[in-house]
C-alpha cells in the first residue's frame, strides 16, 4: 500500500507517516494542495488520507480534483468538525471514508485496509456473482463487470451498486439509500444520493444498452432490466 497524505501541520503528519510506515505502509506527505497536486500527476498511490480544512486550498477542493482525474484513487478525508453537514460536504466531494479527529490510530488502519481490498487477488470461480443484465458484482473479488468491460469503481459507488444489485427490482428511497450505504441520517438538504447515483450511471449505464439504474419521481430510484 502506498499512501499520499494531505496534512499541513508538520509534526501531525510526520507522527501518522512514522505509525503507519511501522505497519509497512509506504506513505508520502504534501503539506498543502498545490505539493499535493505535483505528487499525484508524478507518483501511482493506493490512496489519499486528506484532512478537510487545509490553507488556502481547502481539502473539498482536492477531493474533487482527485474524483475528477484519478477515479480508482481511494480518499480517506479527516476533520475536527464532527457534525452531519461537513461528513455530508466530504461525501459530496467524492470522498470514499470519513473520520473524525481525534481518531484511533487502529481505526485508521482499519478503513484504510478495507479501501485497499478494493483491489484484491482474483476470486475463485464459485464465488458468489449478482447480476442484473450483463452487468456483474463478483462478491468475493468486489470486480465489476458489464459485458466483457471491467469497470472501475471508488469505494463509495462500489458500496452504492452491491446496495442496488442486492435490492434489484425493489424502489429505493433516497433515505434508505443514505442510511445503508452512508450510514447518516437522512438531510432534505443534501444530494450526496443524487451525486453518487450520477458517478454510478456514467460508468455502469452510459455507454451501455439496457439502462438499469431508473429515477422514481417523488420516490427514488431503482436498479432493474426493463428490456427483459
Not at 484532512?51 to 480508482?72: F, M, N, T, W
Not at 464459485?126 to 469503481?153: F, P, T, Y
Request: glycine share 4%.
Amino acid at each position: 500500500m502506498k499512501i499520499l497524505l494531505v496534512e499541513d501541520d508538520l509534526l501531525a503528519a510526520a507522527l501518522l507517516k512514522s505509525s503507519l510506515e511501522q505497519q509497512g505502509i509506504a506513505v508520502a506527505v504534501a503539506l498543502n494542495v498545490p505539493s499535493a497536486y505535483h505528487m499525484l500527476a508524478a507518483t501511482e498511490y493506493t490512496a489519499v488520507i486528506l484532512k478537510a480544512e487545509l490553507p488556502e486550498v481547502s481539502g473539498l477542493e482536492l477531493c474533487r480534483h482527485i474524483r475528477q482525474h484519478y477515479d480508482k484513487l481511494s480518499v480517506l478525508m479527516f476533520t475536527a468538525l464532527n457534525d452531519t453537514e461537513h461528513k455530508l460536504r466530504g461525501f459530496e466531494a467524492g470522498a470514499d471514508d470519513y473520520l473524525v479527529k481525534p481518531f484511533e490510530f487502529g481505526e485508521l488502519l482499519a478503513r484504510l485496509r478495507a479501501l485497499h481490498r478494493r483491489y484484491p487477488a482474483p476470486a475463485p470461480p464459485e464465488q458468489n456473482v449478482l447480476k442484473v443484465a450483463d452487468l456483474e458484482l463478483h462478491g468475493s473479488s468486489k470486480i465489476v463487470k458489464r459485458g466483457d468491460k471491467r469497470i472501475d469503481l471508488t469505494g463509495r459507488e462500489l458500496a452504492l451498486l452491491e446496495y442496488f444489485m442486492h435490492n434489484q427490482g425493489r424502489a429505493l428511497t433516497r433515505h434508505e439509500i443514505v442510511h445503508k450505504v452512508w450510514d447518516l441520517a437522512f438531510d432534505t438538504r443534501t444530494n450526496v444520493v443524487d451525486v453518487y447515483v450520477n458517478y454510478l450511471r456514467k460508468k455502469v449505464d452510459k455507454d451501455f444498452t439496457p439502462k438499469l439504474i431508473h429515477t422514481l419521481n417523488g420516490i427514488g430510484y431503482i436498479l432493474e432490466d426493463r428490456a427483459a
